[in-house]
């Protein structure tokens, strides 16, 4: 069987996302900050649509945007809005502006889908060589901050009462995040990013009994979803971004199947 | 009297137009064990938050230079998709070393290697406890750590409190929101309500036998028989 060239460049890019979506996805799930994410996504929309409108580079506007929002978001906070409802409205606004000012581009309106729901299919060579690089440096970043980041993800808030609080790892965290938000647009989309960062961490969780292992888990299972979701995107003739989150969904079903049978 | 580990003076704190503190002044000196007692809304959360420099309030508070704060957090444990043995969870924090011994102190040991998820009320309160002391804190600040803990777990909790403050010869900052219970042993106790109500020394403190009977003849605990001397609005202002 030949394999086009279009398809290993999603596979491994896809694959590649999703592995170092594993990790930095772990801390999101112990710090229950899925909306922040989910938000952030939406935002780097907005991104990528001013991107186009002033002639930059779309995945400039994104990665900036994203990264913005996060830092804003992260500090957000007023008594009586709810900090997850003050993160979704930003978010929100975002989506919606994005979307208008992309239909308001009669050129760019074809790809509307496409940042929705990603164009993994489209990858060009300079894509994957560029998602490679912010993979391996994603990663490599995730391990320098990863001792302060477990610390406040386990210790709540203990290191700020005891006045060791690692606002750099905190920021990095957010940043690390944005990064892989705005890169996962091109992949899954502004609407499927946040499945890749959560998806298989929760689907890693019933195989660790580590933080480091779930971290490890998760980047495996990112990475396996990838050719199994093109595989059914082929064989079904169904769009490639959202077959790769629902072959991530069926290993977390796997998962979970296994945690309910190991526990009798 | 020696240094004290912290000192507050007149710390004032509104939240638009509602007092939380008015006028609060207190201190901490090494070896003592201050209680700090006041009912829900009281402004307890927002005090300790000031001590420990969290929120800024109108006011003086000065600490000794240096000064190492252990925090025993309010029922708290981490969230059940972090996969993490008690033992890993020290580890974060302390020496090696230092947190298995300080998870031995607090009669644990066989926890250390049990998941954080698998863990129960009290046992997850003596893990927080061991975290705090495994860094030998000169002042630690307990912020109902009885939360989550069975009746006759607290009087067990209690005493090793004590014991411990004997043994690191730290300060103790205890905050409870039960208005009746207070440790025997503690040397001074604070009763807040956005104002100070009424503070003393806890030697007096009386035995009542309806509590002897209830966690036995040890006397850790006791009622503090205090007796306002004024009635507060719903606002909290004191009334005359």
């Known amino acids: ?264 | 009297m020696t240094e004290p580990l912290i000192a507050a003076r007149h710390l004032t704190f509104a939240a638009g137009r509602l007092t939380i503190l008015n006028d609060v002044s207190l201190a901490i000196h090494p070896r003592e064990i201050v209680t700090l007692i006041g009912p829900n809304g009281s402004g307890k959360t927002t005090l300790l938050k000031a001590l420990l420099g969290l929120v800024r309030v109108k006011g003086e508070i000065s600490r000794r230079p240096g000064l190492k704060v252990g925090y025993v957090p309010q029922q708290f444990t981490p969230d059940p998709s972090l996969p993490m043995t008690a033992n890993r969870f020290l580890d974060l924090f302390a020496e090696r070393n230092a947190g298995r011994a300080a998870l031995a102190r607090v009669g644990i040991t066989e926890a250390g290697d049990r998941q954080l998820s698998a863990l129960s009320g009290g046992e997850i309160a003596r893990v927080l406890l061991a975290r705090a002391v495994a860094g030998k804190p000169d002042l630690l600040v307990l912020d109902e750590p009885l939360a989550g803990v069975d009746v006759s777990g607290e009087a067990a909790l209690y005493h090793l409190i004590a014991e411990l403050r004997d043994e690191l010869g730290c300060g103790i900052l205890l905050v409870s929101h039960d208005l009746h219970v207070v440790m025997s042993k503690a040397d001074h106790v604070i009763c807040l309500n956005h104002h100070i109500c009424c503070e003393g020394e806890a030697h007096d403190v009386a035995r009542d036998p309806a509590f002897v009977a209830l966690f036995g003849t040890r006397g850790e605990l006791a009622l503090y028989p205090h007796h306002h001397d004024h009635a507060h609005t719903l606002g909290g202002e004191p009334l005359a």
């Open chain 1, 1 to 264: 069987m030949i394999i086009d060239d279009f398809l290993w460049r999603a596979g491994l890019g896809a694959g590649l996302l999703a592995a170092a979506c594993g990790p930095i996805g772990c801390f999101i799930l112990w710090r229950r900050m899925a909306y922040v994410g989910e938000s952030v996504a939406h935002m780097g929309l907005l991104g990528a649509a001013l991107g186009l409108l002033i002639g930059v580079n779309a995945l400039v506007g994104t990665t900036a945007l994203a990264i913005a929002a996060a830092l804003i978001m992260a500090r957000a906070a007023d008594r009586t809005i709810p900090a997850g409802t003050f993160v979704g409205i930003i978010g929100h606004m975002g989506l919606a502006l994005g979307f208008i000012v992309l239909s308001l581009m009669e050129t760019v309106r074809t790809d509307l889908l496409g940042y929705l729901f990603g164009d993994v299919l489209a990858l060009s060579n300079s894509d994957l060589i560029a998602i490679t690089a912010v993979g391996i440096a994603v990663l490599g970043a995730t391990a320098l901050i990863w001792k302060p980041l477990l610390r406040s993800a386990a210790g709540g808030p203990i290191a700020a009462a005891e006045g060791r609080a690692s606002s750099l790892a905190q920021t990095g965290f957010l940043i690390l995040t944005a990064v892989l938000v705005a890169f996962g647009l091109k992949v899954v989309g502004a609407l499927l990013i946040v499945a890749l960062l959560i998806i298989p961490p929760a689907a890693a969780r019933p195989l660790a009994k580590t933080p480091e292992a779930m971290a490890l888990w998760a980047a495996i299972l990112g990475a396996v979803s990838a050719p199994l979701g093109l595989a059914a995107s082929l064989t079904f003739d169904a769009p490639a971004g959202p077959c790769i989150v629902l072959a991530a969904g069926g290993l977390f079903a796997l998962s979970m199947a296994y945690s309910v049978i190991a526990k009798r």
